[in-house]
């Protein structure tokens, strides 16, 4: 692998402790909706995917007018409604401080859109520590690695010198199209027997592990 020049970190489940918000939030949109309530396991299955391929997944028979109102509930559930708490990881902060420190650049994947990704921004006060981020809105949705081509054109690094960092197939499978190294983690949505089909560098269980992965 050459040098790591850029480390790409997937948001939710990766970087904040959001799965459990996200869960609920649509199983309560569902049931708002008066559509058939999505089992957890399923909507797990679906975080890091825009909401237009999750929603094909979960709900595949809800129309046009439907799937508008399980859009508009699931939004006011996660902001407004829901309170289940959505912390950062343990170390997440200083795991970017560290690789910042050492003149990595940082950058974000999401499948949130840019309002959701600014909202955890301003929350968070982490905006300072990443070069540029890309959202749901702003992209094809992931496993397509648009995301990260986008991301590394924008800051003209290759994709063998950066590492993408997820918590699920969806964040694997875009860098494994581009030969981009990845590293999963598994404290997010998908278990550790999915990562791995994926030939990720490791499988770590704290952020605070990727300093010394990414600068031995």
Same mark, same amino acid.
């Given at each position: 692998m050459s040098a790591v020049k850029l480390v790409i970190f997937d948001w939710d489940g990766t970087v904040m402790d959001s799965v459990g918000r996200i869960v609920s939030s649509? +199983? *309560?949109?569902? *049931?708002?909706?008066?559509l058939e309530v999505p089992s957890h396991d399923a909507v797990k299955q679906i975080i890091g995917l825009s909401l237009d391929p999750?929603? @094909?997944q979960l709900f595949p028979t809800a129309n046009k007018a439907q799937r508008q109102q399980i859009f508009e509930h699931y939004r006011d559930q996660y902001v407004l409604h829901d309170t289940t708490p959505t912390p950062l990881f343990a170390g997440a902060? *200083?795991?970017? &401080?560290q690789l910042a420190e050492q003149n990595i650049l940082l *950058?974000?994947?999401?499948? &949130? $859109? +840019?309002?959701?990704? @600014?909202r955890m921004f301003a929350e968070t006060g982490l905006a300072p520590y990443f070069a540029t981020s890309r959202c749901a809105d702003e992209a094809q949705s992931k =496993?397509? =690695? @648009?995301m990260l081509k986008q991301i590394i054109t924008e800051l003209g690094v290759n994709a063998e010198q950066a590492i993408m960092v997820g918590d699920t197939s969806?964040?694997? &499978? %875009? $860098?494994?199209?581009?030969? %981009?190294p990845r590293v999963g983690v598994s404290h997010g949505a998908h278990p550790v027997s999915v990562l791995a089909q994926y030939q990720p560098l490791a499988i770590i269980d704290r952020l605070p592990e990727l300093t010394s992965l990414v600068l031995q």
């Open positions: 649509m +199983r *309560a949109a569902a *049931a708002l909706t008066a999750a929603f @094909d902060e *200083a795991t970017l &401080k *950058a974000v994947a999401t499948g &949130k $859109a +840019r309002k959701g990704l @600014d =496993p397509h =690695p @648009d969806h964040d694997l &499978k %875009m $860098a494994q199209a581009i030969n %981009m």
